[in-house]
């Protein structure tokens, strides 16, 4: 059971370019959420989708766009990266009536 | 006050103490605690719920007390393999957006 993917584990960019992070999961999960974790600022929300087509601003929005492309889906597209958004970047994801959240094991962006 | 307050250590303990952790929170409506163990560079998993009555798990304990709202975790008969960070978590409201402490690192010596 795989649970939460994430890809790609790791991706290095220069300042100014895209890049989209993929998560899906197979638990037919409603929601999910992507964060990012920063040295010594803990896990930060940027945003959130409740259920399939819908999303909403977290904690840490500025500078990410997402996609619920369907309810296994939801991609984090960063548009023009900026070496503040160097970070681990995790999604998660949360059944129905559910409290607890699984994660995926992470995306590691480092931006020059 | 932050939403959830750690302390983030270190704490330094030698294998077999007894040690404890808490967590501190704003929302007096929360209902819902959880504890999450982050092992070094990778993903939270979920190690504890924590309800009114608490809860234990083998060496784990959890306790939550709403008076002064904060939760705890005890962790008795330390091993090296408990080494990581132990993240406290607050959901908030019906849309369920959990608020994560910023955690506390927790060292197991020989």
């Known amino acids: 059971n795989a649970g939460v993917t994430q890809t790609p584990k790791f991706q290095v960019l220069k300042t100014g370019q895209s890049m989209t992070l993929q998560c899906a999961q197979d638990m037919n999960h409603n929601s999910m959420y992507w964060y990012r974790q920063d040295p010594g600022m803990g896990l930060r929300l940027i945003y959130y989708s409740a259920s399939e087509g819908t999303t909403d601003k977290g904690e840490v929005p500025n500078g990410y766009n997402v996609s619920r492309l369907n309810k296994r889906e939801f991609s984090l597209r960063l548009e023009s990266a900026a070496p503040s958004q160097t970070s681990v970047y995790f999604c998660?994801?949360?059944?129905?009536?559910?409290?607890?959240?699984?994660f995926g094991a992470g995306t590691r962006l480092s931006v020059l | 006050r932050k939403e959830v307050e750690q302390d983030p250590g270190p704490f330094n303990v030698p294998e077999g103490a007894t040690v404890a952790f808490n967590c501190t929170y704003s929302?007096?409506?929360?209902?819902?605690f959880f504890w999450y163990r982050q092992d070094c560079r990778k993903e939270p998993k979920l190690l504890m719920s924590?309800?009114?009555s608490g809860n234990e798990d083998g060496r784990f304990t959890a306790q939550l007390n709403r008076a002064s709202q904060y939760i705890s975790l005890l962790i008795r008969d330390s091993k090296l393999s408990d080494s990581a960070t132990y993240l406290c978590v607050v959901p908030s409201g019906g849309s369920y957006i959990p608020t994560f402490g910023r955690g506390t690192s927790l060292i197991v010596h020989p």
């Open positions: 929302n007096s409506a929360s209902q819902s």
């Open positions: 998660a994801s949360r059944g129905q009536g559910e409290n607890i959240q699984y």
């Open positions: 924590v309800y009114s």
